[in-house]
């Protein structure tokens, strides 16, 4: 197996859904093995551990669902040819394939990367930073890599301006669209002529499909674009601006989020660059914290 195929490998996991349903927990528990790695760790981790660590990982980055069941990254990660499990022998599988969590638990099942790609990882971190890089760009918007790497303990610089890279015109397009405002706070300060900590953000993230188009995006500052990213926030259908209920806190609370709560966004140059419905449908579904705080 070389570089090349290894990195295939991880690049597969993402597989989003049908109208970009978000499928984070693959990628999410790669990223947790890979950040014990980094820290020296043992390579077999036992699923009560995975458990803890990746249900918290689910709700802190995936989408908002009743019950995450980290039983099956945990076990189908093993047909994806970089993972394996011991202990689980006498474990009996339901009709799809897939063993009970009270079964992984009280047989001390165990998993983690099968031994040869686990010496090729240990002894290339610059194989491992690419493969990081790789799951964090196709699952996740830039504004939030940092957050994930700081929650799966691996300490590298993010390159959070893959993003602005890769897509030069949409954010051009977007700030243009906007007057080179932020369109919750009105966030504008420029040095000389140049905007800053203002960013294009997409509504329907780019990872799940969302189009660099007008209708798919907001002028933001970086506060706002990160709030928006993490679902602290979200719009209504007729663009007001609606926070989370999990939302909280004491200084700057009031004044950067509950302050806006209700209002409207500030709205694009054009009406045919406001949102689209369906891409700001997809962002309560997917991103947004559900529950909305009353008005
Ligand atoms: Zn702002």
Known sequence: MNEEQIIKR????????????RAPHKPLLSLYALGRLLQS???????????????????EFGPVRMNYRTEYPFWRLQNDNIWEVSGAEEIELNKSG???????????????????LFNKLQADSKL?????????????PSSIHEDILQAVGIDIPSLGVTERRRHPEFRENI??????????????????????????AH?????????????????????HHKLFDRGAFTLSD???????????????????????????????????????????????????????REL
Not at 11 to 16: A, G, P
Not at 98 to 116: E, Q
Not at 205 to 222: K, R, S, T
């Open 203 to 223: 509504i329907k993230w780019y990872q799940a499909g969302g189009p660099d188009v007008e209708v798919n995006g907001l002028a933001l500052c970086a506060l």
């Open 98 to 116: 897939d063993p009970k969590k009270s079964d992984l638990i009280n047989c001390r099942v165990a998993g983690g990367f099968p031994k040869n």
């Open 128 to 140: 491992v930073l690419k493969i990081v890089q790789e799951l964090l760009d196709s699952n996740f």
């Open 41 to 59: 760790k043992g390579r077999m981790i036992s699923y009560e551990e995975i458990d803890r660590n990746l249900d918290m990982l689910l709700r």
């Open 10 to 21: 991880f690049r597969n996991l993402t597989v989003w859904k049908r109208g970009g349903e």
């Open 238 to 292: 007729n663009m007001k601006i609606l926070v989370s209920a999990h939302a909280n806190g004491t200084i700057g609370f009031q004044e950067w989020l509950m302050n806006f709560h209700g209002k409207k966004i500030a709205p694009p140059q054009r009406k045919s660059y406001y949102p689209d419905r369906k891409f700001v449908d997809w962002h309560v579904r997917e991103v947004f914290r559900g529950e909305y």
């Open 175 to 200: 700030l243009r669209a906007y007057e080179y405002r932020c369109a919750v706070c009105g966030f504008d300060v420029r040095l000389g002529i140049f905007p800053i900590a203002l960013e294009a």
